[in-house]
């Protein structure tokens, strides 16, 4: 599903540049759950940003679904965020001013799905995520918990491939943060692939993940080499 070869990300500011993701070489294959972990500024989010079609590297290759993205055009990487990818956030990301039923349809919207249709399945996610009776109220009225769950089934409007979740328990206590991890275990088990960067070891333990540890802008696979846990994580 992603092959990534020999990646690099620099960036320039003023005439200084500053690496980092320094030769990242990573296969991630069709439905796989995969828990990116490491301290800040160890490259995560950079990593999350190109694999998600946000950004792009500076070197080397990533294939996602067997096209080359460093030859996609602006135009072609916004139909695949739009159709392959859902995303999820920290810090929810959602609209405040509409309700949580138009929050979930917005990636249905533009992707133009008939009202009823996009309607419809905006229900049956809310309800697949425990927040059918919360329809008609505003973001701001719901939990954490909550809006994190709405963010769920918002990434899902477009039946996407791969969810990529950027720290979605951060901001949540642990017992929330569980249930919002079995959702995604759910969602893996419907085949759909899943990556996740987190800080969080004590939680994704219980979960078979596939654990990725990213240090100074490299990626070491936890299934080939020993996992050891510090007090950064």
Known sequence: MISITDLEKTYRIGDNEYPVLKGISLDIEEGEFIALMGPSGSGKSTLMNIVGCLDRPTKGR???LGKDISQTSDDELAKIRREVLG????????????????NVEMPMVLAE???????????ELLESVGLGHRLDFSPLRISGGERQRVAIARALANDPKIIIADEPTGNLDPEVSHGILKIFQQINNSGT???MA??????????????????????????????ELTSEY
């Open 198 to 227: 987190t800080h969080s070891y004590g939680l994704i333990k219980k979960f078979p993940a596939r654990v990725l540890k990213c240090e100074d802008g490299k990626v070491m696979d936890s299934s080939l080499q020993p996992f």
């Open 113 to 123: 799905v008939p009202r009823e249709e996009r309607r419809s399945r905006a229900i």
């Open 193 to 195: 692939a899943v990556l």
């Open 62 to 64: 990533f294939i996602l």
């Open 87 to 102: 995303f999820i956030f920290q810090t929810f990301n959602l609209i405040g001013r509409i309700s949580v039923l138009k």
